[in-house]
């Protein structure tokens, strides 16, 4: 009774952390997210996110669920994106949604600090395997975008 009730915990703190990460990032201003950082930026081993294609992420990326900011005006759908002039905000908004991801993958291991270990172990692979086809599908979109100059990249879905 005690693993199901701790793994229970485990998992609405995954939940409210989703949502309070999300919220928090809906807030930080457009023009923090207008430049690479060390974090977001497309490496040389990407191949300007060629790298994904040979790990077949347009066959899945699309059956990932999409969230517009949480607490904010809904931005449109990613999907019907066009334009040159949507491509600068579309980036920034892959970078927000990158940073998301590592900030709730990163909180894995602090499941450490109330959990017995195996849970925690867990918990932290679970975040891994929810979070890297995010972060990937982001680098993805990011790198196409940037290389086309257009937000609809050929599949006419950026998401």
Known sequence: MRAASTISLNVAIWVGLCVVVGWAAARVPQRWLANDTFVTRIRPFER???IYDRCGIRRWKGRLPESNSLGRAARPSKRVLTGRSSVP??????RRAE???????????????WSPTWVAR??????????????????FNRARAVRSGTAVLGDGAVS
């Open 122 to 139: 867990t918990m932290t692979v679970f975040g891994i395997g929810f979070n890297l086809p995010f972060i990937a599908v982001q680098r």
């Open 89 to 94: 905000g579309f980036i920034g908004e892959t």
């Open 99 to 113: 940073y998301v991801h590592w900030v709730i993958l990163l909180a894995g291991p602090s499941f450490d600090l």
């Open 48 to 50: 300007h996110g060629r």
